[in-house]
Nanobody
Framework: VQLQASGGGLVQAGGSLRLSCAAS????????IGWFRQAPGKEREFVAT????????YYSDSVKGRFTISRDNAKNQVYLQMNSLKPEDTAVYYC???????????????WGQGTLVTVSS
């Protein structure tokens, strides 16, 4: 299983970025895909997750209303649209795959390498 996160970069506060996660080596529609992030000196935290079909999504309170997760099963891709970015959103963002919906990093056995998002004030 390989997950490749991309789309990170430097953006000013209030700006937008779209992260992508490309998956291979798995039956994509059999897996829930989540996004997590880890800021320097902090633990990895849940951001959002999307169900197998894409019909159900879940967000952390800190990003609800600003971030949108979606998936395209035909392309084996998951996206995280991030709007109204804040400096506190600065972190390495990781995509991860699991058999069921969860918000704990320990529930996701497969991880990508991460992409850095930096939001300047």
């Amino acid at each position: 299983v390989q997950l490749q996160a991309s789309g990170g970069g430097l953006v000013q506060a209030g700006g937008s970025l779209r992260l992508s996660c490309a998956a291979s080596g798995l039956i994509f529609e059999h897996y829930v895909i989540g996004w997590f992030r880890q800021a320097p000196g902090k633990e990895r935290e849940f951001v959002a997750t999307v169900s197998w079909s894409g019909d159900s999504t879940y967000y952390s309170d800190s990003v609800k209303g600003r971030f949108t997760i979606s998936r395209d099963n035909a392309k084996n891709q998951v996206y995280l649209q991030m709007n109204s970015l804040k400096p506190e959103d600065t972190a390495v963002y990781y995509c991860a795959a699991a058999g069921g919906v969860g918000v704990l990093a320990s529930e996701y056995p497969y991880w990508g390498q991460g992409t850095l998002v930096t939001v300047s004030s």
